[in-house]
């Protein structure tokens, strides 16, 4: 007889796990099967259910991380030979592992599906061919036609809601992908066991009784659906299938939203054929975008992080200032937002994670009022717009927790920008290694026609579209910062698949563009989030490669060593941010308690004549806090201390728990403190964007968690 480990993760499932595992307990007649319950991110009383009734069973706490890691986890704890995975809102019958052993003892057998019945039918979704398009359309179309068959049978695939694997099997095969939260991760599981040669098998008589519990609200589960569909076939199938299956998903689930976005463009062209036909094309081309903001808040993050991306090689005047694609793309998704907020009738949660935020608007609105009666009212609107700016930026918090906007979504993207951002900024260091140019190419004819000038002199140094190689460095800090805690949780789950390796070459990647950036401040910025990781991090051994790879890159490019090692009474950019640093010390002294206003600091900077405009920006000093301290006073930096003191404790404690994106966000959140004490980053939008997104999806308030954390990983 083999031993048999039953791995049964739940999520929220405190009405089902205690019949689950009596029943589990009832059928077991020998010792030869153990049970591993794997809690994914329960907030309600699952795992003291499971600790009071059930101690003798392991458990393992997991934070939100989908079926998929959570069954992998579980799993690694197996000593048995067959793996039995089991859905906890179900229950087996007294002879289910007998069944077991005797199927897989009679015949060559490594995967076998059991017959989930519900009110003693046999479910639809199960011993079903392998989805193609063609067989999607037709099964919405026409609906899913029964094959349950009557004996032992072969067949595609299995529900992962009851079946048993071999376990040398499922380890060969690499286990579940992690790339699914929820839904297609057993369907991908029998495409590669099948792909090794074996048979994926089905025995109806071992029937499971599944109650269809639902750990999610059935939006969640749709959307969890859709995105897993999406990338089953992006895996297994074809992208031109895959893009055909998004357009198709997205017409069936928004097409309400759709003709209300066609018809008010059909009204805006009438309305507008006027203009002239560019200004009409692009109109409409805005409303589109917008339309398809409302319908789907995920493509929005995903444009507004490609929108960091152009960075500031494309800057649009308006008036005396300028604004880029990510003020566009921003305000777009923040109006789009709010308008699927209110047609989902989520307004009140809104409101209620806006009024979380009270003590931002209560450290900013005195020292701006300040400035209105001090200074000329076309230099306030200037300086308004800086603030709105930042509070839009912020907006951001309490507009994806209430769309419940996925962990992973953002991850991924800002990955994808990063690595997009490193890639044009090695052809930039070829093409145009100098700022301003002094070379006239096709890159420095589209530099000069849409950046509009103002740029810093840089000389051989990586500044990709970002204009700046100060700020991009710490992006790429950034993005080393996800990869690491990406990289930790792999080892931790001992996987060593190929999103490892690519992780590792991720790394590689943004350690040797932010060399190539010779940003003293980037460097400083990575070993100070890298000293936090070490107290922080479950997996320190994975600072020795790390560490090894940058000292090889210093030594490959010793630029940045030079740099590093330069004696700041010979280095004028030092003497430049040190003089920079003792304008806002005097500006503080002048109006101590309030501050000038947010952000008020150019216009007194002009008043005071410190304006060099061939090498200084008038919108601050070079150090973010003593610029915050200028312009917000005591009062605004007492209330802002505090404020984030009480959030950096929240986030210190989940991080010790094991929450990869609260770890995430304490790193670069450290390298951000750091790297704005040499460089304007905290008010930079291109960077308080990721950070704030980052920040987004970190549940903090144990009151929003069942809300929030189900749609959130």
């Known amino acids: 007889m083999e031993k048999i480990t039953v791995v049964i993760v739940t999520h929220q499932s405190e009405k089902d796990i205690k019949t689950c595992l009596l029943s589990v307990k009832r059928a077991i007649k020998t010792n030869q099967v153990e049970i591993v319950v794997v809690d994914s991110g329960s907030l309600d009383n699952t795992v003291q259910i499971v600790k009071k009734e059930f101690s003798e069973m392991k458990i393992i706490r997991l934070r ?23 859905n906890p809102d179900t229950q087996v019958p007294e002879d289910t592992f007998e069944k077991l052993n005797d199927v897989f003892g009679d015949k060559n057998i490594n995967l076998l599906g059991c017959n989930l019945v519900h009110d003693e039918k046999p479910e639809i979704y199960q011993v079903l061919p392998f989805p193609d398009f063609g067989r999607t359309i037709w099964n919405h179309l026409f609906g899913v036609k029964k094959n349950i068959p009557e004996k032992l049978s072969k067949c595609d695939w299995v529900s992962g809601g009851a079946f048993a694997v071999r376990k040398n099997i499922f380890d060969k095969v690499g286990g579940f992908s992690e790339n699914f939260f929820l839904y297609f991760e057993d369907v991908d599981l029998c495409k590669k066991v099948k792909k090794l040669g074996e048979d994926v098998w089905f025995d109806p008589d071992i029937k499971v009784n599944h109650f269809r519990g639902g750990s999610s609200g059935d939006d969640f589960r749709m959307k969890a659906y859709d995105q897993s569909q999406f990338i089953y076939f992006l895996t297994n199938r074809s992208l031109v299938e895959t893009i055909l ?19 008010s463009v059909i009204m805006l062209v009438a309305s507008m054929a006027s203009l002239g036909m560019l200004k009409t094309l692009a109109i409409v081309l805005l409303f589109s975008i917008f339309s398809f903001y409302i319908a789907s808040p995920s493509l929005g993050i995903i444009i507004l992080c490609l929108s960091l991306f152009v960075g500031q090689t494309v800057r649009i005047p308006v008036l005396t200032s300028f604004i880029n ?46 400035s209105f009666v ?11 717009s800086y603030a709105l700016r930042i509070l839009a930026v912020l907006s951001l918090v309490p507009i994806i927790r209430t769309l419940g906007i996925r962990y992973r ?45 103002g ?20 992006f790429f800090v950034m993005m080393t910062l996800i990869i690491l805690v990406i990289l930790e949780r792999l080892i931790h789950l001992k996987k060593m698949s190929p999103s490892f390796f690519g992780c590792l070459l991720g790394i590689i990647i943004f350690l040797s563009v932010l060399v190539l950036t010779q940003s003293r401040s980037g460097l400083v910025a990575l ?25 090889i890159l210093l030594i490959l490019f010793p630029s940045l060593y030079l740099r590093l090692f330069t004696s700041p009474s010979n280095d004028p950019t030092t003497q430049l941010r040190l003089n920079s640093v003792n304008q806002a010390i005097n500006h503080f002294e002048k109006f101590p308690v309030w501050g000038l206003g947010y952000n008020a600091y150019g216009v007194e900077q002009t008043f ?16 973010s806090l003593f610029l915050l301290a200028a312009t917000l006073g005591i009062w605004g930096m007492v209330i802002l201390t505090f404020g984030f003191a009480n959030i950096l404790g929240k986030i210190v404690k989940l991080s010790v728990l094991g929450h990869e994106n609260a770890l995430v966000f304490l790193l670069v959140f450290t390298s951000l403190i750091v790297h704005s004490q040499f460089v304007q980053s905290l008010t930079y939008i291109h960077l308080i964007i990721p950070a704030t997104l980052l920040f987004s999806t970190i549940v903090l308030d144990d009151s929003e968690s069942l809300s929030v954390e189900k749609r959130c990983t």
């Open 527 to 551: 070993v100070c989030s890298l000293i936090v990781f070490w107290f922080m991090g479950k997996v320190r051994r994975l600072l020795i490669p790390l560490v090894s790879i940058s000292i």
């Open 608 to 623: 005071s004549g410190n304006i060099n405009q061939n090498i200084n920006s008038k919108a601050g000093t070079d150090n």
């Open 374 to 384: 001090r200074i000329p009212t076309s230099d306030f609107l200037i300086t308004i």
């Open 245 to 263: 299956l998004i357009i198709f998903r997205f017409f069936l689930r928004e097409h309400k939203k759709i003709i209300i976005g066609i018809f």
């Open 325 to 370: 694609l990510s003020d566009v793309s921003l305000a777009l998704f923040i109006v789009a937002s709010l308008a699927r907020i209110v047609f989902e009738k989520n307004f009140i949660s809104l409101l209620k994670q806006v009024l979380k935020g009270w003590w931002i608007l209560l450290a900013l609105i005195p020292g701006i009022m300040f």
């Open 64 to 86: 939100n991380v989908g079926f998929a890691s959570a069954a992998n986890a579980g799993a690694a704890m197996a000593n048995g030979t067959i793996i039995f995975f089991l």
């Open 455 to 474: 740029w810093d002199p840089h000389h051989f140094r990586l500044f990709s579209t970002w204009l700046d190689p100060n700020f991009i460095a710490e």
């Open 409 to 453: 979504i953002i991850e991924h993207s800002l990955i994808i920008v990063g690595l997009l951002t490193a890639f044009v900024g090695l052809i930039q260091l070829v093409f145009l290694p100098n700022l301003p140019p002094t070379e006239i190419n096709i890159f420095s004819k589209f530099l000069l026609t849409f950046s509009q000038g």
